[in-house]
């Protein structure tokens, strides 16, 4: 599988860890978009598309999100969420991945790609709409 495209939307906060989002296209026949560029401490990495995880409420059964306090519908005090000793962040924990590499060897190709791209796109500089 081949990375064909990559587009790079740049966010303008320079100070947040969030650098960039990137659509990423794969054999000119599949997009994965909302790759995050982020700056960690060892430097840039990718975050794949996540999506919050939710809870039922107990009372309605309405989905909130996890850690939530009291039911988006009902009202109701949603149970504490179970905490696991140290194995994942609260952030991995609240989030599942949408898409994402099963190899080793695929997530840093793509890795690769993307901060490529990523690099590409901030060193043209910013693009004015009236140019």
């Known amino acids: ?3 064909t ?3 790079v939307f740049l ?3 320079p100070d ?3 650098k960039a989002y990137v659509t990423v296209t794969f054999d000119n026949a599949f997009v ?3 790759i995050k560029v982020i700056e960690g401490t060892n430097g840039l990495f990718i975050a794949m598309p996540s999506r919050k995880i939710k809870q039922p409420c107990p009372k309605c059964g309405f989905k909130n999100e ?3 306090k009291y039911c988006n519908q009902c009202g109701a005090a ?3 969420a179970s905490q696991t000793a140290g194995q994942e962040t609260s952030a991995q924990l609240e989030h599942k991945d ?3 590499p099963i190899t080793q060897s695929f997530r840093e190709y793509l890795q690769k790609r993307v901060l490529e791209a990523y690099e590409q796109e901030k060193n043209r500089g910013p693009s004015s709409p009236f140019s």
């Open 98 to 100: 949408i898409a994402h």
């Open 66 to 68: 996890l850690r939530s």
């Open 16 to 18: 947040k860890k969030l």
């Open 32 to 34: 994965v978009r909302n």
């Open 11 to 13: 966010k303008d906060s």
């Open 5 to 7: 495209e990559a587009r």
């Open 78 to 80: 949603l149970p504490a």
């Open 1 to 3: 599988m081949e990375v």
